[in-house]
C-alpha cells in the first residue's frame, strides 16, 4: 500500500507563483467580478490607463521612481521636539535612528514621486518645486489630495462632491475649483501621502 502522505497534491509551495509588484500595473492585483457585458469595457479602461501611465513617465522627467532596492542611510531622531524659544540642554540625546525611505514610501511598487507646479495648492503646504509622494494603492476618496490626468494634463488637487458631481479642489482662492463633466476625460494616478518642501 502506497504512502498516502508523499502523494498529496495541491496547496501554496514556497516560492511559487508570481512575485508582488510584477504585475503589468507595477503593484499587486485583485480579482473582481464583473458583468460580462462590461469585460471589454473594463479591460479598455485599464489598457488605457496603463497607456496614460507609461506616456506620462516617459515623457516627463518631473516624475520619479523610487529606487528598487534602496541603500539604508539611518539619520539620527532626537527625542526633543523643536521649539521656537530657547533649546532645552536636557533634550539633547538620541531616541533612535530614522530611514527616510521607511518614513515616505509605504508600498515602493505603488509608489512614485511627482514634482509641483503652480500656486493652486498653497494652501494645503505645496509649493512649485515642492517634491510630492503619491500612493497608487490608496483609494481616491473624497478629502484627499490626489494626483490625476485631466484631459491629457497632470495636476495636482484635493478630490471633492457637489451632488453627484466630482469636483478638483483647489487651495488657494486665486484659482478656480475645477467641476468635471461627463466629457472630461479623468483618471487618478494616486493619492498624495507627503510633501517634500526645501525651506
Not at 112 to 134: K, Q, T, Y
Request: net charge negative; with cysteine.
Amino acid at each position: 500500500m502506497p504512502n498516502t502522505e508523499k502523494l498529496k497534491h495541491g496547496g501554496a509551495r514556497p516560492g511559487a507563483g508570481r512575485k508582488k509588484g510584477s504585475s503589468v500595473y507595477g503593484e499587486t492585483t485583485k480579482a473582481i467580478r464583473v458583468p460580462e457585458s462590461m469585460v471589454f469595457e473594463v479591460k479598455v479602461m485599464l489598457n488605457q490607463r496603463k497607456q496614460w501611465f507609461e506616456q506620462f513617465t516617459a515623457d516627463s522627467s518631473s516624475i520619479l521612481f523610487p529606487s528598487s532596492s534602496p541603500s539604508t542611510v539611518a539619520i539620527p531622531l532626537f527625542s526633543g521636539k523643536v521649539a521656537a524659544g530657547f533649546p532645552s540642554p536636557a533634550d539633547d540625546y538620541i531616541e533612535k535612528t530614522l530611514d527616510l525611505n521607511d518614513l515616505l514610501v509605504q508600498k515602493p511598487a505603488a509608489t512614485f514621486f511627482v514634482r509641483a507646479e503652480g500656486e493652486s495648492m498653497l494652501g494645503a503646504g505645496i509649493h512649485p518645486n515642492d517634491i510630492l509622494v503619491v500612493d497608487r494603492s490608496i483609494e481616491p476618496i473624497v478629502g484627499k489630495i490626489v494626483i490625476c490626468a485631466l484631459n491629457g494634463e497632470l495636476t495636482v488637487k484635493r478630490l471633492n462632491s457637489i451632488k453627484d458631481e466630482i469636483v478638483l479642489g483647489a487651495e488657494n482662492p486665486a484659482y478656480a475649483d475645477i467641476i468635471v463633466a461627463k466629457d472630461i476625460d479623468l483618471v487618478i494616478w494616486g493619492v498624495v501621502t507627503n510633501v517634500i518642501h526645501p525651506v
